[in-house]
């Protein structure tokens, strides 16, 4: 099939197919003619790097996936999948400090306002209107 059927089943660009196949991410592609032929399979491994992408996994972690014939070391997406898992869970607990921090600010600020007050940590000019 062409390029353009294989975009249409993945909903990836041309551009983006190309640069899969320019990066190792697809076996090479047998031409017909001057058209590039891609077969079902192809299609799967294109969808699965959108999924992967999807994630929030980059392409060189996808291209470390295959082995060297060209199949997927699925010991490596294990590792890769749990790896970013941990990422994940590291950020939300990140994100959980910040949202924690702007409650906090939140409430300084709200009990500020709400009491009228005249103090302000702010250089004057800062605290002339309140917000």
């Given at each position: 099939?062409?390029?353009?059927?294989?975009?249409?089943?993945?909903?990836?660009?041309?551009?983006?197919?190309?640069?899969?196949?320019?990066?190792?991410?697809?076996?090479p592609v047998p031409?017909?003619?001057?058209?590039?032929?891609?077969?079902?399979?192809?299609?799967?491994?294109?969808?699965?790097?959108?999924?992967?992408?999807?994630?929030?996994?980059?392409?060189?972690?996808?291209a470390r996936l295959?082995?060297?014939?060209?199949?997927?070391?699925?010991?490596?997406?294990?590792?890769?999948?749990?790896?970013?898992?941990?990422?994940?869970?590291?950020?939300?607990?990140?994100?959980?400090?910040?949202?924690?921090?702007?409650?906090?600010?939140?409430?300084?600020?709200?009990?500020?306002?709400?009491?009228?007050?005249?103090?302000?940590?702010?250089?004057?000019?800062?605290?002339?209107?309140?917000?």
């Amino acid at each position: 099939m062409r390029i353009s059927e294989v975009s249409r089943l993945t909903g990836a660009s041309a551009k983006a197919i190309r640069l899969y196949e320019a990066r190792g991410l697809l076996p090479p592609v047998p031409r017909l003619n001057r058209y590039r032929d891609y077969s079902t399979q192809d299609v799967a491994w294109v969808r699965l790097i959108r999924q992967a992408m999807g994630l929030g996994i980059s392409l060189a972690s996808i291209a470390r996936l295959q082995d060297g014939d060209g199949q997927l070391d699925w010991p490596a997406v294990l590792a890769l999948l749990e790896g970013q898992r941990a990422r994940i869970a590291r950020e939300r607990e990140r994100l959980g400090q910040v949202d924690t921090a702007l409650q906090q600010i939140s409430r300084e600020l709200r009990h500020w306002l709400d009491t009228g007050g005249s103090t302000c940590a702010l250089d004057e000019g800062a605290c002339a209107s309140r917000v």
